[in-house]
């Protein structure tokens, strides 16, 4: 039987941030690509596949974007409050569904600002968990020449970049190891950027599942262009699709 037969999938998307990098008017989920905002393309994302039937996003306390957008009406959305910091918005998803979720149920965490996400890349999560313990996150092998620097962006050294990845998401692990995980990191002052991280601290030894590059997520101005790229070519092709 299907590993997701078995337990319940849940989606939590922190969108709380205020994505100062890019320099823009408004946070950067709500910046507009083909149309739409850069957090519609993402809940698509998951609410287009069969395997979910609801999305959590954790939103600013005062957040006057979201209720503009056609998400704000959709049944299959859901909102929480979200915290300071990434760790904070994903725990407080964690409580908001505390009393849907059970203690084995997948929890698929992703960035807001992480729009291009194909299907393909969630199938080939789906099939890793089975042998995932300590669950799984999409990454891409680095090919590139590493260099570490110092603070005067003057080389340092070369880094080996034998097993190196670069981390993407969504990451997906039960929900009550990632509480837990979350929880402690949260007592110990230990501030984590992703949810991987905070497996890893408790002990915890996720499976890097390869995915795409072109899971892109936007940071920095420039990444519009190449996120509307990729969007505008993965619509022209499902369009091709349902010609053909």
Known sequence: MPIHTLSHFWVIIPAAGIGSR????????????ANESILEHTVRCFLSHPSFDSVAIGLA?????????????????????????????????????ADKAQANDWVWVHDAARPCLSHDDIDALINSLSHAQDGCLLAVPIYDTIKRSDTSSQVEETVDRNNLWRAMTPQVFRYSQLYGALTKCVDNDVLVTDESSAIEYCGGRPLLVSGSERNIKVTRP??????GQAIIESKSSLQTDINE
């Open 22 to 33: 890019m320099q823009a008017s408004l946070p950067k989920q709500y910046l507009e690509i």
């Open 61 to 97: 306390k005062q957040d006057p974007y979201f209720k503009r957008l056609s998400l704000s009406n959709n049944d299959r959305v859901d909102v929480f409050e979200g915290g300071g910091e990434r760790v904070h918005s994903v725990l407080n998803g964690l409580t908001f569904l």
């Open 222 to 227: 420039n990444d519009l262009e190449l996120v």
